[in-house]
């Protein structure tokens, strides 16, 4: 249940996405990387700090923006941390009879000692290798809370539960000037995190179906929304009419390209498939490939909540993660964009350490996230402990705010502003 | 309001709008008629309608997943009795489960049979038969649980978003609701869950401090026995029906249905009528129509053919953001602006172009269009107030009467109740 409290009631109906422009500011140049032959599921090293990687995509347009980008991954229902980050020491396989993870099957990363990644990361494990990967183990609010739907929002609004904004969304409302139509976009069927009090980002669910039908004109579709209601209900929905043609004509201009480099849709699959994460990052690089001025994207992708019959689904999760940030980085790199991205993965909660009946496990506390970009601090922040627990849980380390610091530090924000503390303790950004 | 106003109200919040010669006729019997009529359809002499999957290919390799979906879809256009399906929608909203999880039509249609057949009696019975419903014993994983090793899935999502609410429970409420209601399996060839003591733990649980509690009558009689459960149900349908329960309009009102609820034995249906009542005499705010019932109204309003929508209709739905039997997560889908989304309105702006163009010229709604008459097209989509200036001059604009239905169809007032 998301009651809607009349303060956002008003904030939504008070004028919003405009096609302004944005007002960035450098912060780096795009730096070029050279490609190499080879098949594009390989990335071979060439650099201390960056794989080659090889990539069938077309020259993308000459890119002008240098505005830093920001992707948030939500990896939703509540990510299984202990079988995400594996520890090599402790009572993981005692407390895990049936869905531990066999010790010969674990991935191991140079920058991550004491830990084995779940198998279906191996995409992962090269930038892990060379410095692009940080992985934040037991991260959590202190005084976790087992319901998917607080936590969520704990995590979304950065613990402010006054508020319905999003952290993202109060940087929208902090900026200087509008963004650009897509200049904050969600790749879901929400985007609270990028609700703010006076801005909101743009939600495009299916990149095949957004485009306004042939019969109506984009003229028609404005009119409706003038002159403004001073109903609040009714002004929000005018509002999100001009949003929407704003959105769909800027995006109109890059569709063919990106459904262009969708995976195949599965003529099987009814509505909600699997590969959320490989179809979100493929139009996020599209989105940032085509200069659209995207600063921050959200993905998310459903069906962590494995309280039962888990191996098989967390490994098909996890792989559609780490093979679609893979190609996400591929995409970048050989478009020379890469310097310009943060991405970072979060979940409301990690699971249970000891197992269920169900070949799964329930609601947990302290999960992981991890932070991929060229301008971080690799390697491991703090570690899956099983022998310190909670409730059975893992022991909240480290503050999701703490994530968030780096985040729109990344982005240039004023954090304290933000989150009304900058909570730097840990430092991720390099 | 006047009572043709009143009437579409009443079938915008508890059914799913009228074709407009059926608002006519509402209108002339009234408000409290039309109530009496919509709760009970029998004494009425309303004809039942017909099981919606009575025919449906149920088998999932010749598509039942998709078969479910688009048959109750023209259930709820076709429903001569739209209470009982507006009821079972709100429940499918509420007590939730999922095709992603339970991939099974067979299980999901019977799901909704109990709510079809049992959702305006006794709630707590209805929570009684839902915990050992095969549905739900897959979606939140009761199917699994054992006295060995419980799964709290089901037994936290009962406390949560189906009896009490956050705040009003502990983790060890939880563990023993999940205690006590483990040993239920489901199988292929049972036509019912199964109950098997092996599996169960029998040790007498401490519930919300009722001891005692080891089954599912007495986990459920603990939990509608918490204070906080009356209030809890009655929050819930001010917020389906009523609108804004922290507005003042709404002053009282969820403590008035709280007694109400108590008073009627814990019924559902009294607790909705009387709802509907207090709506009627003036509580309620504007709610935003979420997709589906949006979808329906406006293939009841035009008379339009579902079928037009083409094969890929349940791919719409999924454009939108809401497919029938495909909630997101067990707290179903959101409420209020949550759907004012490009995508979701980029989505029903389509929809509403295939609808416009398989509207019949004789349909009501464009004889008013045709008369320029856009006082009569506001009444026929029973929409309670005329269409402001912004809506009305978009509509005078567009090219063709097809264009200037489809922006009635997609205007803000039509995306509101």
């Not at chain 1, 940087?171 to 990028?194: H, I, N, R, V």
């Not at chain 2, 079938?11 to 009970?40: C, K, Q, T, V, Y």
């Not at chain 2, 009627?280 to 293939?299: D, H, K, M, Q």
Request: hydrophobic fraction near 45%; aromatic fraction near 6%.
């Amino acid at each position: 249940m998301n009651p809607i409290t009349r303060r956002r009631f008003l904030a939504l109906g008070g004028g919003l996405i405009a096609t302004g422009c944005t007002s960035g500011r450098p912060l780096s140049q795009p730096t070029a990387t050279t490609g190499a032959a080879g098949p594009s599921s390989t990335i071979a090293p060439t650099s201390s700090t960056a794989p080659a990687v090889v990539t069938t995509i077309a020259t993308p347009p000459e890119v002008v923006r240098d505005d830093r980008v920001l992707v948030m991954i939500e990896m939703a229902g509540g990510n299984d941390a202990v079988n995400t980050l594996v520890p090599l020491t402790g009572r993981y396989h005692d407390l895990r009879p049936t869905i531990a993870l066999a010790d010969d099957s674990l991935l191991a990363a140079s920058l991550i000692p004491d830990h084995g990644l779940h198998p279906a990361l191996a995409p992962l494990v090269p930038y892990v290798d060379h410095g692009r990967l940080a992985a934040i183990a037991g991260i959590g609010f202190a005084d976790p809370d087992r319901s998917h739907f607080v936590s969520t929002d704990r995590w979304l609004r950065a613990d402010r539960m006054d508020e319905t904004q999003g952290w993202l969304g109060r940087w929208l409302d902090q900026l200087p000037a509008d963004l650009p139509a897509l200049g904050a976009t969600s790749l879901a069927s929400k985007g609270a995190l990028l609700l703010g009090a006076d801005r909101y980002g743009t939600v495009i669910d299916q990149v095949d179906a957004f485009a306004f039908p042939d019969a109506l004109d984009n003229a028609s579709i404005r009119a409706l929304a003038e002159p403004r209601s001073s109903d609040p209900l009714l002004a929000a929905a005018q509002a999100a009419y001009v949003g929407a043609v704003g959105a769909t004509s800027e995006f109109d201009t890059i569709a063919d390209a990106v459904r262009a480099e969708l995976p195949p849709p599965d003529p099987n699959a009814f509505a909600y498939g699997t590969g959320a994460f490989t179809i979100g990052l493929t139009v996020a690089a599209q989105l940032l490939l085509h200069d659209v001025g995207a600063r921050v994207i959200t993905i998310t992708g459903q069906g962590f909540d494995t309280h039962s019959d888990q191996p098989e689904l967390h490994a098909q999760l996890l792989g559609d993660l780490a093979g679609g940030l893979a190609a996400f980085w591929s995409t970048l790199d050989a478009a020379g964009l890469s310097d310009r991205v943060l991405v970072a993965t979060h979940s409301e909660f990690g699971r249970r350490v000891r197992e269920n009946a169900s070949n799964g496990c329930d609601h947990g506390a302290a999960g992981v996230s991890f932070v991929m970009g060229n301008s971080i601090r690799p390697g491991l922040f703090g570690s899956i402990d099983t022998g310190d627990l909670i409730d059975g849980d893992l022991r909240p380390q480290v503050d999701p705010r703490t994530l968030f610091t780096a985040c729109l530090d990344w982005l240039g924000a004023d954090v304290e502003a933000i989150l009304g503390h900058s909570y730097d303790e840990v430092s991720i950004l390099a | 309001m006047d009572e043709r106003q009143r009437v579409a109200w009443l079938h915008r919040r508890a059914g799913f709008g009228l074709h407009p010669d059926a608002l006519s006729a509402a209108a002339a019997r009234g408000a409290i008629a039309e109530l009496d009529r919509l709760f009970d359809p029998d004494a009425a002499g309303v004809p039942a309608d017909p099981d919606p999957w009575a025919d449906t290919d149920l088998d999932p390799d010749n598509g039942g997943r998709r078969n479910i979906v688009v048959d109750w879809l023209r259930h709820l256009v076709a429903t001569r009795r739209p209470y009982r399906s507006r009821r079972t929608w709100l429940l499918h909203g509420w007590l939730v489960s999922g095709l992603g999880k339970v991939p099974v039509p067979e299980f999901m249609v019977d799901q909704l049979r109990l709510y079809a057949a049992a959702g305006g009696g006794s709630y707590p019975d209805l929570l009684r038969a839902v915990t050992t419903d095969r549905a739900m014993l897959v979606y939140l994983d009761g199917r699994t649980s054992t006295a060995d090793a419980p799964n709290e899935n089901y037994g936290r999502e009962l406390l949560e978003l189906f009896a009490l609410g956050v705040g009003n429970y502990t983790e060890a409420d939880v563990l023993a609701a999940a205690n006590a209601l483990t040993g239920w399996v489901v199988g292929p060839r049972l036509a019912t869950a199964r109950f098997v003591p092996s599996r169960h733990d029998g040790s007498p649980q401490t519930l919300l401090g009722v001891d005692g509690v080891r089954d599912v009558d007495s986990v459920v009689d603990a939990i509608v026995g918490h204070p906080a459960h009356p209030r809890f149900v009655a929050e819930r349908i001010v917020a389906e029906l009523l609108g804004d329960v922290a507005d003042p309009s709404l002053g009282g009102v969820v403590e008035e249905l709280a007694a109400a609820y108590v008073a009627a034995d814990m019924h559902l249906d009294p607790v909705v009528r009387r709802a509907l009542e207090l709506g009627l005499g003036g509580a309620r705010t504007p709610l935003v129509v979420a997709p589906v019932p949006w979808l329906v109204g406006a293939l009841r309003a035009t008379a339009a053919d579902p079928r037009d929508l083409g094969r890929d209709g349940p791919d719409r739905f999924r454009a939108m953001g809401q497919v029938p039997m495909i909630p997101p997560d067990v707290s179903g889908w959101p409420r209020g602006i949550d759907w004012f989304t490009a995508s979701s309105l980029v989505a029903r702006t389509n929809l509403a172009a295939a609808i416009a163009a398989g509207t019949a010229a004789s349909q009501p709604v464009r004889v008013a269009l045709d008369d320029g008459d856009l006082d009569a097209l506001a009444e026929h989509l029973g929409l309670v107030e005329p269409f402001t200036a912004a809506t009305a001059a978009a509509i005078r604009g567009a090219g063709d009467p097809t264009e200037s239905l489809a922006l009635a169809l997609i205007s803000p007032e039509n995306l509101l109740s």
